[in-house]
């Protein structure tokens, strides 16, 4: 069974800065795309950012493009999400995924089968 774990959300005031990391049990973390996907209240989950298998390979929604970087270390099976100049729309719940198929989709109802349990990220104006 592949478990996703997410650590570091909390509160922080716009214009600051926040790392999220996602750790993942099992042996086969190399084959997954990973992506971290956010959920506002109210509103649909949001795609946030991938990663290819290998890392060589991102990928950003428009909201995050420029202030978030996503990335990850293969040999402690962990994926990062450093959050920087945060706005208070970035207050979500943010969850990490990872799709098996190796694809690279933005759905969050597509390929990602493993999920994280989230970790609340609020950002105070």
């Known amino acids: 069974q592949v478990q996703l774990v997410e650590s570091g959300g909390g509160l922080v005031q716009a214009g600051g800065s926040l790392r999220l990391s996602c750790a993942v049990s099992?042996?086969?973390?190399?084959?997954?795309?990973m992506a971290w996907f956010r959920q506002a209240p109210g509103k649909d989950r949001e795609f946030v950012a991938h990663?290819?298998?290998?890392?060589?390979?991102?990928f950003y929604g428009n909201s995050v493009k420029g202030r978030f970087t996503i990335s990850r270390d293969n040999a402690t099976n962990t994926v990062y999400l450093q959050m920087n100049s945060m706005k208070p729309e970035d207050t979500a719940v943010y969850y990490c995924?990872?799709?098996?198929?190796?694809?690279?989709?933005?759905?969050?109802?597509?390929?990602?089968?493993?999920w994280g349990q989230g970790t609340q990220v609020t950002v105070s104006a």
């Open positions: 990663s290819s298998r290998g890392g060589t390979r991102t």
């Open positions: 995924a990872a799709d098996p198929s190796g694809g690279y989709s933005v759905d969050p109802n597509s390929r990602y089968i493993y």
């Open positions: 099992g042996r086969t973390f190399t084959r997954y795309t």
